[in-house]
């Protein structure tokens, strides 16, 4: 074998051994973000729904229910979730709206190009997806229908909290299903 070939061989192999899986279990795993704060702090209400997956459902009963996001806890419809945890991703209102309910973003109020969406679980579990389309408009997905949640508050008064939490209820309800 001449000499060019052996080192073009040689250096195949180098750059092969450099690229080769890690098969020992030792590299470490990709993990998602996770936020210690709320991203949509605060006070918000259910006004309207955006798109229902099952008409004949009974969606019309969140209207008017209060969701609350601080970094302890999240309130919704009397639901009380302690710890959460937040992920949150941007991308592209169209593709969300598409991936989640198989419709064109033109069937929904959304007028943003993006969106951020937002992930809000704890112990290992997801509780809600929200998609947050400015800073006081939002969107909550409730077993597949997409609500839409104004902003009435940045933040509560220590007091109102926990007069709201002493009302709420400690048993999970998943609402991502």
């Not at 973000?33 to 969606?59: C, F, S, Y």
């Not at 069937?107 to 997806?129: D, H, K, M, P, Q």
């Not at 940045?154 to 209820?169: F, Y």
Request: proline share 3%.
């Amino acid at each position: 074998m001449n000499r060019g070939k052996l080192t073009a061989l040689i250096l195949s192999l180098i750059i092969l051994t450099g690229c080769a899986a890690d098969t020992t279990g030792l590299s470490p795993s990709i993990l998602k973000p996770t936020l210690n704060h709320a991203p949509m702090e605060g006070r918000w209400i259910v006004t309207r729904v955006v798109h229902a997956k099952d008409p004949h459902d009974q969606v019309q009963q969140y209207i008017g229910a209060t969701f609350i996001l601080n970094k302890d806890v999240v309130l919704f419809n009397d639901q009380l979730l302690e710890h959460p945890q937040y992920t949150m991703m941007k991308g592209r209102a169209e593709y969300f709206v598409d991936l989640r309910y198989n419709i064109p973003v033109q069937e929904t109020s959304i007028t943003s190009e993006n969106l951020f969406a937002i992930t809000v679980g704890g112990e290992g579990e997801l509780y809600f997806r929200l998609y947050q389309e400015k800073e006081d408009v939002a969107y909550i997905d409730l077993y597949g229908n997409l609500f839409e949640l104004m902003k009435t508050k940045t933040t509560l008064e220590a007091r109102k909290l926990d007069l709201l939490l002493q009302n709420a209820h400690t048993e999970k309800i998943y609402y991502s299903l």
